[in-house]
């Protein structure tokens, strides 16, 4: 079996091993791998292969939290910029105003009176925007975990994200609901 040693795979495991148990874990490490060296269009079939491997595996809520908790985590300069945007303003309004003239292009964020979403205009994952092709919601779960990192920290408060449309399952952008807890 190739050495599973890639930094996605890696997480992964460590977050099956967090969510469900050990056993389980090195279940999916030993079926599902990925080495370091792997190209964009491996990354891609992997992506796809851990996503059917936790649906025959998993339950929804069990998927859910396997996949939010691998995911990258937010550029502690990031976080600390958005978060002094967000100190900076009187509203949630003039916080979307001011991060989104800081961010033009790279996401953006919008409030409706009673929810925040944030929203990238093209798919940032490694292991599947460089191939032409979908993959399951599940692997885009991953974003939510991205996205509840952020956003605890920045409005200081437990969140829970709901993804609402992702690139990569067909929709034109991806679009997170971010909802007080």
Known sequence: MP???????????????????????DSIAEKVYLAKS?????????????????????????IKKIRMSCSCTPPPKYIEAVKKLYQASESL????QKYNTTYE???????????????YPSCYCDCVKRVDGQVPTTW?????????????TV??????VELIESIKTGGIRCIMKITRK
Do not use: M, P
């Open 3 to 25: 050495k599973n040693d890639n930094v996605k795979s890696i997480r992964l495991y460590e977050s099956v091993k967090n969510n469900v148990s050990e056993e389980a874990a």
């Open 140 to 152: 885009c779960l991953c974003t939510l975990g991205y996205t509840k990192k952020l956003f605890d």
């Open 38 to 62: 792997a190209d964009f269009k491996r990354k891609f079939k992997w992506a796809n292969d851990v996503c059917n491997y936790l649906k025959i595996n998993f339950d929804d809520e069990q």
């Open 155 to 160: 409005l200081d408060y437990n969140t829970e």
């Open 105 to 119: 292009g790279k996401h953006s964020v919008w409030y409706d009176g009673d929810v925040l979403f944030f929203s």
């Open 93 to 96: 309004d003039e916080f979307c």
